[in-house]
């Protein structure tokens, strides 16, 4: 008797997949590839295709950032072109200590296609939910001169910034971050969530206090950088001994083992209790990520994060006040794979997302003009 009606169970469900299967026959036949029902993905849709199963190629036309469209006269505008948010490239590395070539970080990262644009963990679109642009690279006067290029830095930023227009950056080395603090966080020391191999707190180094090892230790004391908000997560490598001044400054220091005993979950709620409610900024250091998965960098250490790891780390701050942030130290000749730039293109997405989630709290919820 068991055995007979666990057949006729068998023989109902086979049958109830068969009016399932009928039922998607008729709704999903001949459907045309933009054609979705449910209304959240139908919005996307609707953004992405322009007309009959007609949308971007991702390998056609100008690379931008995150196929941001392009504003190269928004710098030039009092205005900043009416931008929320905008994608700027700092191509320099005058401040590495040891390999050279972040300067090709920007180009590197703007012909990484196919990121986004729909962002499947915070269920929107960020292009279109705030006006956002690439507007190209800072302008620098000099090529040889690192102070020359960090004032023409923190001159674009505080242009943007008296715009009331966010900003995130690629880089370049890591130094680019002193200049874009001192815009961002003139008035207001912002916290920092740091996801890095190295604390960059170091002092000078072979007579300059401008490198890409100490531009947070300059940035506290310019009093732009709050370090009692500031948490370095990932960190690694021989050069401990040179990061006394996170401690001493109270910074919150996480080491990459101490992580890895941590677990995403705490460290998340970590950086929400360091960052609190006050501005805050996240720079990220492509050499955070074990050179196993980003080897295009200038100071790899081995045993880093992985990418879904530091994606979480990011989207932990969503919800916070987020005033912009920087991807840096992409440097694509060591890497014949271009999964560092891919990499970082992601990382550069998942900023973006939580910038644009803070400025929609900021101003009300506004969406972009269509």
């Not at 009092?78 to 191509?91: E, H, I, N, S, T």
């Not at 930023?157 to 966010?166: I, K, L, N, S």
């Not at 815009?183 to 969530?193: H, Y």
């Not at 409610?277 to 720079?283: N, V």
Request: proline share 6%.
């Amino acid at each position: 008797m068991q055995a007979r009606i666990g057949h006729a169970e068998v023989r109902e469900t086979q049958a109830m997949d068969a009016d399932k299967l009928e039922a998607l026959r008729n709704k999903y036949t001949g459907a045309a590839a933009g054609e979705v029902h449910d209304p959240e993905f139908k919005k996307v849709v609707d953004l992405l295709f322009t007309g009959v199963e007609r949308r971007a190629k991702p390998y056609a036309g100008v690379s931008t950032l995150l196929d941001a469209p392009l504003r190269l006269d928004a710098p030039s505008l009092a205005d900043f072109g009416g931008l929320d948010v905008a994608l700027v490239g700092v191509p320099l590395d005058l401040g590495v200590t040891n390999r050279p070539g972040a300067r090709f970080g920007p180009r590197a990262v703007r012909q990484i296609e196919r990121i986004g644009p729909y962002h499947h963990v915070h269920r929107f679109v960020p292009l279109a939910a705030m006006k956002v642009a690439d507007v190209g690279d800072v302008p620098f006067r000099s090529r040889y001169s690192l102070a020359d290029s960090h004032a023409d830095t923190e001159s674009m930023f505080a242009a943007a910034r008296r715009a009331d227009v966010a900003t995130v950056a690629v880089g370049g080395d890591h130094s680019i971050s002193l200049p874009i603090l001192k815009a961002l966080g003139a008035g207001r020391p912002l916290g920092m969530l740091h996801i890095d191999a190295h604390c960059d707190t170091g002092g000078p180094f072979e007579g300059s206090r401008l490198h890409h090892g100490g531009h947070f230790r300059e940035a506290v004391l310019e009093g732009v950088l709050d370090p009692e908000r500031t948490i370095q997560i990932g960190i690694r490598g021989p050069a401990e001994y040179l990061w006394e001044f996170s401690y001493e400054s109270g910074m919150t220091v996480i080491h990459a083992e101490e992580f890895a005993r941590l677990g995403l979950e705490r460290t998340i709620s970590r950086i929400r209790e360091v960052l609190g409610t006050g501005p805050a900024y996240i720079s990220f250091d492509i050499d955070s990520l074990d050179p196993g998965f980003a080897p295009g960098t200038g100071t790899p250490e081995v045993g880093g994060l992985t990418p879904r790891e530091a994606m979480e780390l990011i989207r932990g701050a969503a919800g916070l006040d987020i005033v912009g942030g920087d991807v840096v130290e992409v440097a694509p000749q060591y890497d014949a794979t271009s999964n560092t730039a891919q990499a970082a293109a992601q990382m550069l997405f998942e900023i973006l997302a939580v910038v644009v989630l803070a400025v929609q709290r900021r101003k009300g919820g506004r969406a972009a003009a269509p």
